[in-house]
């Protein structure tokens, strides 16, 4: 199951991306997962949470939702309300996620909330969606100098 959520995301992602915006959308879906894995790393090493099933032994983080599910999901949501306003959408995101996404992970056994409430994580994935967002969203970059 941790491979088929690792993998089929992406695939659908590939299919229905704008392709025009694949660059700006992918530089904010790395975001979305290097924070997404940092900040399970530390729920589970703060023993908030833990993961039944994880899908490599060595992580303790679960994988497809980090490099996976979260990322796909931001870039999906930058990609189809863009124009809209992004605390509003970060915070749709945010409690879906926390009140039906964690319980349907905790239903399947996956996921182990041992000191965590689904509330506590919805200014979480709101906020990693507003910065996401706003990485995305970036007019431009400053030009690269070489040092003198």
């Not at 491979?3 to 995301?9: A, V, W």
């Not at 790395?30 to 530390?42: E, G, H, M, P």
């Not at 039944?52 to 497809?64: D, E, F, Q, R």
């Amino acid at each position: 199951m941790g491979i088929i959520l690792t993998f089929i995301p992406w695939i659908v992602w590939i299919v229905f991306r704008e392709k025009k915006s694949t660059s700006r959308l992918l530089y904010a879906g790395t975001f979305v997962a290097l924070i997404s894995l940092t900040l399970d790393n530390v729920g589970v090493q703060l023993s908030a949470w833990n993961y039944l099933k994880p899908v490599t032994p060595i992580i303790p983080s679960y994988i497809p939702f980090d490099f996976s599910l979260m990322p796909i999901t931001v870039m999906f949501l930058i990609q189809w309300f863009y124009n809209k306003n992004p605390w509003i959408i970060g915070f749709i995101f945010g409690s879906i996620t926390a009140f039906i996404g964690e319980p349907i992970f905790k239903w399947l056994g996956l996921y182990d909330p041992a000191n965590w409430k689904f509330g506590y994580s919805v200014p979480f994935y709101a906020s990693i969606y507003f910065v996401a967002y706003k990485t995305a969203m970036s007019k431009k970059f400053s030009e690269l100098r070489a040092s003198e």
